[in-house]
């Protein structure tokens, strides 16, 4: 059983979906924990993300990663449901208005997923009316905006200001980022905080639910 975790393990490190998948499916029909098979996989996120903090892992290596995780949780998800394991909290995530990039926000996506956070992405070209009824619908702990291109950063203030108008602004966090996003334009915005990548995005979600 050790050797499937460890495989799960290697297989989320080495981007190859075909091994977590295969080691996820034999571990469940052996009668593993899905927990103990989720914290693997964090752990091999994790491990992942330390790598591509000091370089030696770039981003076609996380992105494969992060897609090898992604299909053992696909697989864990409904097993994870039944097991009742609780939630870090609830982030709705989206990428803002007129910003079609999608690959950073569904990073920061799957490891917060991985992290054990519930996650409900609104995908692309998300204005402020749209994240202000997601926060009233399903009462996030924290908003993730994703912006990468420097005509679409505004777009953050005016969502921020129109949770602030519809009176919600202190029931949720925001964080954001994407590449052209600064800490100073983050506080300058009045954003709860911003990180560079998808691994520090998760050390900063955790700290706004602390
Ligand atoms: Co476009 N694009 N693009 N593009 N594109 C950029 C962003 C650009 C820098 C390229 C360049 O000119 N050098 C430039 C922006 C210039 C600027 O505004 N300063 C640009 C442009 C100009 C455009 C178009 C306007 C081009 C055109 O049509 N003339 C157009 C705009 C479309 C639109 O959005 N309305 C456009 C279109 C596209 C494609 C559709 C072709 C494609 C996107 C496909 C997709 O996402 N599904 C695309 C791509 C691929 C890029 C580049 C090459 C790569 C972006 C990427 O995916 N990086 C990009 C150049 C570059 O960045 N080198 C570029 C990999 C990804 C993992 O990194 O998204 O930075 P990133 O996410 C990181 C961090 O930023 C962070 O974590 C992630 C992982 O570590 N992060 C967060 C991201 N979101 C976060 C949220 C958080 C926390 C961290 O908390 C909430």
Known sequence: MEGLT??????ILEGD???????????????????????????AMGEVGRLFEEGEYYVPEMLIAARAMQTGLEILKPRLKEADV?????????????DLH??????????????????????????????VAAVQEHHPEIIAMSALLTTTMPSMEETIKALT?????????????????????AQKIGADGYSEDASRAVRLAKSLVA
């Not at 460890?6 to 297989?11: E, T």
């Not at 709705?92 to 007129?98: D, E, L, P």
């Not at 996506?109 to 992290?115: K, Q, V, Y």
């Not at 519809?166 to 980022?177: D, H, N, Q, S, T």
């Open 6 to 11: 460890q495989n799960i393990y290697d297989g």
């Open 86 to 98: 609780k939630s870090a909290g609830l982030v709705v995530a989206g990428t803002v208005k007129g």
């Open 165 to 185: 108008e519809a009176g919600l602004r202190e029931k949720v966090k925001v964080m954001i980022g994407g590449a052209p996003i600064t800490s100073d334009y």
């Open 102 to 131: 999608d690959i950073g926000k569904n990073l920061v996506c799957i490891m917060l997923e991985g992290s054990g956070f519930s996650v409900i992405d609104l995908g692309t070209d998300v204005g402020p009316e749209k994240f």
């Open 17 to 43: 979906r075909g091994a977590v998948k295969d080691s996820v499916n034999e571990a469940l029909e052996m009668g593993q924990s899905p927990e103990i098979l989720l914290n693997a996989m964090i752990d």
